[in-house]
């Protein structure tokens, strides 16, 4: 289980934000943010929504309580209605989902994902 904290660091980290920048973006001390990432601080649930909403993910994954997996056939147009595929920070069009399905497909022909 990976914890809040990492969590936290891995999203900042992934836009290239500054823990400064960070904390000023949600109005909290840069000393919070260090707190929160290095774990040796428990995270209010007003800061807790706050940085879900500033990262669009929800709470629950922050807290890596989400364990439900749904099942989607990528190559089922209408099943993926309601679903938005994002890869770079960007939503996949539906032809690269059909590409991106495609390559599982050859890749797993190969052997080359093991267990999937």
């Given amino acids: 289980m990976e914890s809040i904290g990492k969590k936290i660091k891995a999203l900042r980290e992934e836009r290239n934000l500054s823990d400064e920048e960070f904390a000023k973006a949600l109005g909290i001390a840069k000393s919070t943010v260090w707190a929160y990432e290095g774990g040796k601080k428990l995270i209010t649930v ?60 050859v890749r797993r022909r190969m052997g080359n994902y093991g267990n999937l």
């Fill in 46 to 105: 007003t800061h807790l929504t706050n940085i879900a909403d500033f990262f669009g993910v929800s709470a629950d994954y922050l807290l890596d309580r989400s364990t439900d997996q749904v099942k989607l056939d990528l190559q089922n147009k209408q099943g993926l209605s309601g679903y938005t595929f994002v890869v770079d920070n960007r939503p996949m069009n539906e032809d690269e989902i059909a590409d991106a399905a495609s390559y599982i497909q």
